[in-house]
Every structure is written in structure tokens, then in C-alpha cells.
């Protein structure tokens, strides 16, 4: 795969001149000040929102204001309580906060085990030469179709057999592998985006496939690695079914989702709790993101070229 | 610069955030696990374990327990483990899940179950002992079942001719809503035969008063009111077995017996002097909900609505419901005054693993002392069909429960499973619901029973 194709797919690696850049920019920015584009704009990001805000607003509304009326109904009428926050996270009520910890204890390994791997392998297949390299990498790539619901039954009785079932390993290397495909072909773009200039200076300085891995294009990975991270992170975090089905509800593996899924009560009458779970829920994967998106944003790549 | 700082600042403050979240839930899930781990170990011999000497002693063993039952009744269900737990040594493992009746089937085909699985349909219980996973219950628990359960209720646990689980709770269907200031100023009675709630409620529609209400609106699953109405028609007015033969497909569903049920029912809910009290006209059945379905009593503009015990949850905060109060329920009796069917929900406690320490679980379950400890814990756990159970240990339960385990533990109790639930799903929970609403927009009972006849799978 040539360096054009891989700008086409991933545009936001590209490395244009600043001043093409600049010029770009300022067309973009006179044809986005249209008046028309803004009210788009604010019309698409206030719908977007809405949502959201009815959710928060609703889990501080008490369970009767709830059952009354709609959450836009607190402005004629606020009223407002802790109530719901407070019982989903008490122990008789949702218990919500003691999940945290397996949710934190699945989730880590699960983003960090297939970035290793897969940073390894999208080495492998974008800068070592070996027999059927294109079609291995086909073949990874096409594992992506598979749909996670058609593995459930076979892979749990693998995970039976070898008496994993029930424990933090069956999830843990469940997300790594539905992980890992999207994760190679990702960072093999970004690889290959890489001058082979560069990694050959780096070769005629002496520097082996290891040093070259880790000097040369660890650095310049960051937002790469950082974007799949942040993927898979949410990804994981926000699973339900994976966990449910691979590790089972037991309160000694059980993650967030599968204690939010049960705090309606068993017949769900107690449904005003799940606006506040859902923010309490919400809370780590806002704060993962705020933290890592500047790596979005932020050109690495172009300041590891020339500075 | 200042933009730079400031964003430094923001990601301290988030990592300063995760750090106490993490600590603070951590400090929680430890305390809970030493406090599980005491529990189980200090199993020496105590007072008040008499009536757990029968089961043995099982130190150092456990027994997993999987179920759809959750938050807060899992607690309820904790408790009444704890003095068996305490008693015998053994360490219950409770898996609280609200996707039970999917996960159960997966982990079944996978090879992954769990001890005991708590199953609250008879026809899930077939599918599973069809698996050849399920072990049958041993000689002493089928004694206790005996002993303590009318035999319906043991039916309902076997299959293939073997019995497999003993029950655990029970649901009641079987009831009628009504206003007991209303009954107490207008000088009713609660009647006895279905003559009686006949003659009520011309008597009552001869003051003007639309006497019922109902509502079978719940989207996709709209109808199934009305298929619980059915049910309880069929039941007392063909008896028992001609409604087993009804929901196993033995009669056809167009046949003389079953049309004839669904007519009794329409002499109700598609009688313009009955219905729909408060809400409209016969058809305004199938545009109000369930949950509005009964809400007119408490204004005056209707007297009775046919609902389940679960019922009682719909009513808005400050009803009192008590035999004395703005609403109570009274059973829906049968032709007869002595007849006693009684149409509802179960659990049964199916196990997977043969082993002393689960068959003694299951043996416990079944005993008049868990009933007690289930009754005592008042809640969700209340309703037990265990005849031998102390309705003394009953005090800290709803009264519409106190009801419900009155009617349950009646020796002459007969216990049917909702039927519908039991038919394939291709009529039980598709054209068994539609034809019931087309019924009650208009179509004939004659088109409404053959278009069902016409979608049971062949």
C-alpha cells in the first residue's frame, strides 16, 4: 500500500505545508462563516445535545416529577434531588459504585493487550519483507467482518474446556481479539505513512528492527495509539454482552453495564435510577476522553519531521 | 500559554477524580468479600440450626445459584440463605442477572451452568432438561415437595415424566381490583361464584355506572390482558384439565370449549353496559395501557379491573391498598363457591450438578422453613406456595401478598401456569395478543379463534 492511498484513507496523518494549510483554512473558514452554515451548525449540535440534557435533568428529578411529566417541564416546575444518585449508588439499591473497580480491572488490560500486540504486528506487515505478507494481512483485515454474536457459543465452550470460564481472562482476551484486527489495519496505515527515508537513516545508522520500532516510530505513534486506545477503551468499557456472556454476572467479575442492566429491578420498576446510573456510568470515559483527545488534535507527525 | 496551563490543569484534576473513584470503590469491594469470607467460615454448630441438622454438615463446599432476580430482592433472597449458610457451612453463590432467560441457554449450549438456575417458566424448564444437562431432584427433596406443595405444583417441575425442580416464589394472576369504601358504602359484598360477579355488575350497571374498566395497550405485546382474561375463563369453566389440553394443543384452539371462554369474557369486556367505565367505549379497551387500565376506580368511574398482584405497584403514591382502604383486591372466584382454581407466575430451582450440598439447597428451598424465612423478609420475596408455611411469619408483607399466599397455600388451591406463556411463541406471544385486539375492535369470537387455530405451527 503507497503512501497516497494511505493519505486517502486516514486524512488526518497527512502532512501538508503549513502554508497550504493556512490557505486552506481561511477558505474553509470564509465558506463555514456563512450565517446558513452557522444556524446548521447550532441547530445540528442542539440536537445532538438535547438528549443528554433531558437525561441529566431527569436524574435529578424526584421519581413522581419523573412519572408525571417530561424533563422539560423543569423549568415551569424544578424541583430537584439527590435521590436517584444516592440510591444507585448505595449497597441495597444499585451498588453501583463498587463495580467501578472491575470495570477499571477489565478494561486496562483489554485496551493495553491489543495496542502491544497489534503495534507489533502492523510492524510486521508494514516495514519486514516475508512470503505472503499481502495476503496474511488480507486475512486479518477480512477477520474484522466476523460479528462478535456468531463467536459467542463456540468460544465460550473453548473457554469452558480450558477452565477459564467465569474469570477476568475470558474478557480480557475476548476484546483483545475482536480488537486486534481494526487495531493492526489501523496502525498499519500509520506506519506506513512513515518516509522510508526515515526508517532507512535510521537502518544505516545501525539501528535494528527493535530500536527501530521503539526510537523511531513509537514517538511518532502516539496519536495513532492514543486514538485506537481511546476506541477501545469506550468500547469496552460501555460492553454488556462480551462480559455478560464470557464471564458471567457474579458481582466478583461483573462490570458497570451489566449492574447498570439490573438496576431497574427485576420488574423494573424502579426505572427513574437508570438516568443517574447512566451518568455515573458516563463519568470515566468523559474524563478518559477530555484527557487524551489533545492527542487528536495535536500534529505529532509533522513535528517529528522536522524538528 | 495561559490556555496550556490551564488544560494541564483540567487532566490533574481528571487523574486526581479517577484516583478517588478508584480508591473509594475499592475500599467498598473489599469490605464486602471479608465480610462474605466470616460468614462462611465460622460454620460451627449453633443455636437455632435444629431445623438444619437434616441437611448435614457441607463445610468447605458451594453451590452457585443463577437468576433473573435483582436489585433489591436479591438482598431479600441473600437473607433467607444465610441461616442455611451459617447452619451447614456451605457457601451459596448468588449470580443476580437480569438476562437470565437468554444467558441461561447460551451458557447451557457452552457448557458453563451454574449449580442451581432459578427458572420462572415451565416451558424454559422443558428446554433445558431437554438439554440433558438438568439433574433430577433426589428421593428427599421430592418428599419435602410432597409434603409441602399442592401436587400442580410438582407437574410443573418435572418433565419427561421425571421431577426436577422444587418451587421457589409464586405470583398470582387471579384477582379483581376494587374499592373497598365503595363496597362499604354501597353495602356489596365481595362475591364468591362468577354469578355473583355477574349479578354485581348488572346491579351496578343499573345505577348508571360502567362497573369495569380495562386497557390492554403495551406496545408490541399489546392484547396480552386479554389472554389472561381467557385463561382464567378456561379454567373455571372447563376445570383443569381441559386447559391443559387447551394450552398443549390436545383441543383444537377453535373448538367449542375454548370459544366458549372467550365468549363468557366477552359478556364483560365487549358488554357496552360494562365497560369501559371511566375510559370510553368497548373499543378505548385497546387504546389505554395496562398501567391506565385500572386508574379510573380511584376516581369513582368504574368498580372493578381484572389484574395481577404486580398490579398494586401501578397505583399513585398515597393510595392506600388494604382491605379497608381506597383499593384492594379480591380473588376472581370460580363457578363454585368450593372451586378454587387460581391462575399465576413460579419459580423452580433447577439444578445442574449432582452433588449432596445442591440437592440439600434444593431440599431446603422446598422446606416450610425457608417459606418462613421468605415471608418473614417481607418485600418481593413474600409469596410462597408452600401450604405447611406459618401465615404468623407473614406480618411484614403487602397485604395484596398476604392475599395472594392465602389463596396459594388453600389446600383446594389448583395452580395453573399462565397458558399463553406455555403455547409456542409463534401464538402464545404473536397471534394469541393481535386476534385478542381485533377481538375487541370488532371481530368475531368465531374469526378471532380460527385465526389463531390457523397460526399454531404445525
Same mark, same amino acid.
Given at each position: 500500500?503507497?503512501?497516497?492511498?494511505?493519505?486517502?484513507?486516514?486524512?488526518?496523518t497527512s502532512?501538508?505545508?503549513?502554508?497550504?494549510?493556512d490557505?486552506?483554512?481561511?477558505?474553509?473558514?470564509?465558506r463555514?462563516?456563512?450565517p446558513?452554515a452557522?444556524?446548521?451548525?447550532?441547530?445540528?449540535?442542539?440536537?445532538?445535545?438535547?438528549?443528554?440534557?433531558g437525561?441529566?435533568v431527569?436524574?435529578?428529578r424526584?421519581k413522581?416529577?419523573?412519572?408525571?411529566?417530561?424533563w422539560?417541564?423543569?423549568?415551569?416546575?424544578?424541583?430537584?434531588t439527590?435521590?436517584?444518585?444516592?440510591?444507585?449508588?448505595?449497597?441495597?439499591?444499585?451498588?453501583?459504585?463498587?463495580?467501578?473497580?472491575?470495570?477499571?480491572?477489565?478494561?486496562?488490560?483489554?485496551?493495553?493487550?491489543?495496542?502491544?500486540?497489534?503495534?507489533l504486528?502492523?510492524?510486521?506487515f508494514?516495514w519486514? @519483507?516475508?512470503k505472503g505478507?499481502?495476503?496474511?494481512f488480507?486475512?486479518?483485515?477480512?477477520?474484522?467482518? $466476523?460479528p462478535?454474536?456468531?463467536?459467542?457459543?463456540?468460544?465460550?465452550?473453548?473457554y $469452558?474446556?480450558a477452565?477459564?470460564?467465569?474469570?477476568?481472562w475470558?474478557i480480557?482476551?475476548?476484546h483483545?481479539?475482536?480488537g486486534l484486527?481494526l487495531?493492526?489495519?489501523l496502525?498499519h496505515n500509520?506506519?506506513?505513512e512513515?518516509?522510508? @527515508?526515515l $526508517? @532507512?537513516?535510521?537502518?544505516m545508522d545501525?539501528?535494528?528492527h527493535?530500536q527501530?520500532?521503539?526510537?523511531v516510530?513509537?514517538?511518532?505513534l502516539t496519536?495513532?495509539?492514543?486514538?485506537?486506545g481511546?476506541?477501545?477503551?469506550?468500547w469496552?468499557?460501555?460492553?454488556l454482552?462480551v462480559?455478560?456472556?464470557?464471564?458471567?454476572?457474579?458481582?466478583?467479575?461483573?462490570?458497570?453495564?451489566v449492574?447498570?442492566?439490573?438496576?431497574?429491578?427485576?420488574?423494573?420498576t424502579a426505572?427513574?435510577?437508570?438516568?443517574?446510573?447512566?451518568?455515573?456510568?458516563?463519568v470515566?470515559?468523559?474524563? $478518559?476522553?477530555?484527557?487524551l483527545?489533545?492527542?487528536?488534535?495535536?500534529?505529532?507527525?509533522?513535528?517529528?519531521l522536522?524538528? | *500559554?495561559?490556555?496550556?496551563?490551564?488544560?494541564?490543569?483540567l487532566?490533574?484534576?481528571?487523574?486526581?477524580?479517577?484516583?478517588?473513584?478508584?480508591?473509594?470503590a475499592?475500599?467498598g469491594?473489599?469490605?464486602?468479600?471479608?465480610? &462474605?469470607?466470616?460468614?462462611?467460615?465460622?460454620?460451627?454448630?449453633?443455636?437455632?440450626?435444629?431445623?438444619?441438622?437434616?441437611?448435614?454438615?457441607l463445610?468447605?463446599?458451594?453451590?452457585?445459584?443463577?437468576t433473573?432476580?435483582?436489585?433489591?430482592?436479591?438482598?431479600?433472597?441473600?437473607?433467607t440463605?444465610?441461616?442455611?449458610?451459617?447452619?451447614?457451612?456451605?457457601?451459596?453463590? &448468588?449470580?443476580?442477572?437480569?438476562?437470565?432467560?437468554?444467558?441461561?441457554?447460551?451458557r447451557?449450549?457452552?457448557?458453563?451452568?451454574?449449580?442451581?438456575?432459578?427458572?420462572?417458566?415451565?416451558?424454559?424448564?422443558k428446554t433445558?432438561?431437554a438439554?440433558?444437562?438438568?439433574?433430577?431432584?433426589?428421593?428427599?427433596t421430592?418428599?419435602?415437595?410432597?409434603a409441602?406443595?399442592?401436587?400442580?405444583?410438582?407437574?410443573?417441575?418435572?418433565?419427561?415424566?421425571?421431577?426436577y425442580a422444587?418451587?421457589?416464589?409464586?405470583s398470582?394472576?387471579?384477582?379483581?381490583?376494587?374499592?373497598?369504601k365503595?363496597?362499604?358504602?354501597?353495602?356489596?359484598?365481595?362475591?364468591t361464584t362468577?354469578?355473583?360477579?355477574?349479578?354485581?355488575?348488572?346491579t351496578?350497571a343499573a345505577?348508571?355506572?360502567k362497573?369495569w374498566c380495562?386497557g390492554?395497550?403495551?406496545?408490541?405485546?399489546?392484547?396480552?390482558?386479554?389472554?389472561d382474561?381467557?385463561?382464567?375463563?378456561m379454567?373455571?369453566?372447563?376445570?383443569p384439565?381441559e386447559y391443559?389440553?387447551?394450552?398443549?394443543h390436545?383441543?383444537?384452539f377453535?373448538?367449542?370449549?375454548?370459544?366458549a371462554?372467550?365468549?363468557?369474557? &366477552?359478556?364483560?369486556?365487549?358488554?357496552?353496559?360494562?365497560?369501559?367505565?371511566?375510559?370510553?367505549?368497548?373499543?378505548s379497551?385497546a387504546s389505554?395501557?395496562?398501567?391506565?387500565?385500572g386508574?379510573?376506580?380511584?376516581?369513582?368511574?368504574?368498580?372493578?379491573h381484572r389484574?395481577?398482584?404486580?398490579?398494586?405497584?401501578?397505583?399513585?403514591?398515597?393510595t392506600t391498598?388494604?382491605p379497608?382502604?381506597?383499593?384492594?383486591?379480591?380473588?376472581?372466584?370460580?363457578?363454585?363457591?368450593?372451586?378454587?382454581?387460581?391462575?399465576?407466575?413460579g419459580?423452580f *430451582?433447577?439444578?445442574?450438578?449432582?452433588a449432596?450440598e445442591?440437592?440439600?439447597?434444593?431440599?431446603f428451598?422446598?422446606?416450610?422453613?425457608w417459606?418462613?424465612?421468605?415471608e418473614?423478609?417481607?418485600g418481593?420475596?413474600?409469596v410462597?406456595?408452600?401450604?405447611?408455611?406459618?401465615?404468623?411469619?407473614a406480618?411484614?408483607?403487602?397485604?395484596?401478598?398476604?392475599?395472594?399466599?392465602?389463596?396459594?397455600?388453600?389446600?383446594?388451591?389448583?395452580?395453573?401456569?399462565?397458558?399463553?406463556d406455555? *403455547?409456542p411463541a409463534?401464538?402464545g406471544?404473536n397471534?394469541f395478543?393481535?386476534?385478542?385486539?381485533?377481538w375487541i375492535?370488532?371481530q368475531?369470537?368465531?374469526?378471532?379463534?380460527?385465526?389463531?387455530?390457523?397460526?399454531?405451527?404445525k
Amino acid at each position: 500500500m503507497s503512501a497516497t492511498t494511505g493519505d486517502a484513507v486516514l486524512p488526518v496523518t497527512s502532512t501538508p505545508s503549513i502554508a497550504a494549510l493556512d490557505a486552506a483554512g481561511g477558505k474553509l473558514k470564509k465558506r463555514l462563516t456563512s450565517p446558513w452554515a452557522s444556524l446548521a451548525a447550532v441547530l445540528l449540535a442542539f440536537l445532538w445535545t438535547a438528549p443528554t440534557f433531558g437525561l441529566l435533568v431527569t436524574s435529578f428529578r424526584p421519581k413522581a416529577a419523573i412519572d408525571d411529566s417530561g424533563w422539560w417541564n423543569f423549568v415551569a416546575h424544578p424541583s430537584f434531588t439527590l435521590d436517584n444518585y444516592r440510591q444507585a449508588l448505595s449497597s441495597n439499591g444499585g451498588g453501583l459504585g463498587t463495580f467501578f473497580v472491575n470495570s477499571a480491572v477489565i478494561t486496562i488490560p483489554a485496551v493495553l493487550i491489543p495496542i502491544a500486540l497489534a503495534s507489533l504486528a502492523a510492524y510486521a506487515f508494514a516495514w519486514i @519483507e516475508f512470503k505472503g505478507r499481502n495476503l496474511l494481512f488480507v486475512c486479518v483485515f477480512a477477520l474484522q467482518i $466476523v460479528p462478535i454474536q456468531v463467536t459467542l457459543i463456540p468460544l465460550l465452550s473453548l473457554y $469452558v474446556k480450558a477452565g477459564l470460564a467465569g474469570t477476568f481472562w475470558t474478557i480480557w482476551l475476548s476484546h483483545a481479539m475482536f480488537g486486534l484486527p481494526l487495531a493492526i489495519f489501523l496502525l498499519h496505515n500509520f506506519m506506513k505513512e512513515i518516509p522510508r @527515508e526515515l $526508517v @532507512e537513516a535510521a537502518r544505516m545508522d545501525g539501528a535494528g528492527h527493535v530500536q527501530i520500532f521503539f526510537k523511531v516510530l513509537m514517538p511518532l505513534l502516539t496519536p495513532a495509539l492514543a486514538a485506537f486506545g481511546i476506541f477501545q477503551f469506550l468500547w469496552v468499557w460501555n460492553d454488556l454482552l462480551v462480559a455478560l456472556t464470557f464471564a458471567g454476572g457474579t458481582p466478583d467479575v461483573a462490570p458497570l453495564t451489566v449492574a447498570l442492566a439490573n438496576l431497574s429491578g427485576t420488574q423494573g420498576t424502579a426505572w427513574q435510577l437508570l438516568s443517574a446510573g447512566a451518568f455515573i456510568s458516563m463519568v470515566i470515559p468523559v474524563l $478518559v476522553f477530555l484527557s487524551l483527545q489533545r492527542f487528536f488534535v495535536r500534529g505529532l507527525l509533522a513535528g517529528g519531521l522536522k524538528g | *500559554m495561559t490556555s496550556r496551563i490551564h488544560r494541564r490543569g483540567l487532566t490533574g484534576l481528571a487523574g486526581l477524580a479517577v484516583l478517588a473513584l478508584a480508591v473509594s470503590a475499592c475500599g467498598g469491594s473489599s469490605g464486602g468479600s471479608t465480610k &462474605g469470607a466470616a460468614g462462611g467460615t465460622s460454620a460451627s454448630p449453633q443455636a437455632g440450626c435444629e431445623d438444619y441438622a437434616v441437611y448435614g454438615n457441607l463445610k468447605g463446599k458451594t453451590v452457585t445459584v443463577y437468576t433473573g432476580i435483582v436489585t433489591p430482592e436479591d438482598q431479600l433472597l441473600k437473607d433467607t440463605w444465610a441461616p442455611f449458610e451459617k447452619c451447614t457451612g456451605v457457601t451459596i453463590k &448468588g449470580e443476580f442477572d437480569k438476562s437470565f432467560e437468554a444467558q441461561i441457554l447460551v451458557r447451557a449450549k457452552a457448557g458453563n451452568l451454574p449449580d442451581i438456575g432459578i427458572i420462572p417458566q415451565p416451558g424454559l424448564l422443558k428446554t433445558l432438561v431437554a438439554t440433558g444437562k438438568a439433574v433430577p431432584a433426589d428421593a428427599a427433596t421430592s418428599t419435602e415437595v410432597d409434603a409441602n406443595f399442592a401436587p400442580s405444583w410438582k407437574d410443573l417441575g418435572s418433565a419427561d415424566g421425571k421431577f426436577y425442580a422444587p418451587p421457589q416464589n409464586a405470583s398470582m394472576k387471579s384477582l379483581v381490583w376494587y374499592s373497598p369504601k365503595e363496597f362499604a358504602a354501597k353495602g356489596y359484598k365481595v362475591p364468591t361464584t362468577l354469578d355473583e360477579l355477574k349479578t354485581l355488575s348488572d346491579t351496578i350497571a343499573a345505577t348508571g355506572k360502567k362497573p369495569w374498566c380495562a386497557g390492554i395497550g403495551s406496545g408490541e405485546a399489546t392484547g396480552w390482558p386479554v389472554t389472561d382474561w381467557m385463561e382464567d375463563w378456561m379454567l373455571r369453566l372447563w376445570g383443569p384439565d381441559e386447559y391443559d389440553k387447551w394450552v398443549n394443543h390436545s383441543i383444537a384452539f377453535n373448538s367449542s370449549e375454548p370459544t366458549a371462554a372467550l365468549d363468557a369474557v &366477552g359478556q364483560y369486556l365487549k358488554n357496552s353496559k360494562y365497560v369501559n367505565g371511566g375510559l370510553g367505549d368497548v373499543k378505548s379497551i385497546a387504546s389505554t395501557t395496562f398501567q391506565d387500565g385500572g386508574l379510573p376506580i380511584l376516581k369513582g368511574n368504574c368498580s372493578f379491573h381484572r389484574q395481577a398482584s404486580f398490579y398494586a405497584a401501578n397505583w399513585p403514591k398515597g393510595t392506600t391498598v388494604s382491605p379497608t382502604g381506597d383499593i384492594f383486591a379480591f380473588y376472581l372466584p370460580g363457578k363454585l363457591a368450593t372451586d378454587k382454581p387460581v391462575l399465576g407466575g413460579g419459580e423452580f *430451582m433447577l439444578g445442574f450438578r449432582d452433588a449432596p450440598e445442591v440437592h440439600a439447597f434444593q431440599q431446603f428451598v422446598a422446606s416450610a422453613t425457608w417459606a418462613n424465612l421468605a415471608e418473614q423478609g417481607g418485600g418481593g420475596r413474600c409469596v410462597t406456595p408452600n401450604k405447611n408455611a406459618d401465615p404468623a411469619k407473614a406480618a411484614n408483607c403487602s397485604d395484596i401478598d398476604k392475599l395472594a399466599i392465602s389463596v396459594l397455600q388453600d389446600p383446594k388451591a389448583v395452580f395453573r401456569f399462565d397458558g399463553s406463556d406455555a *403455547m409456542p411463541a409463534a401464538v402464545g406471544s404473536n397471534s394469541f395478543w393481535k386476534q385478542a385486539t381485533n377481538w375487541i375492535t370488532g371481530q368475531s369470537t368465531k374469526d378471532t379463534v380460527n385465526k389463531i387455530e390457523a397460526s399454531w405451527p404445525k
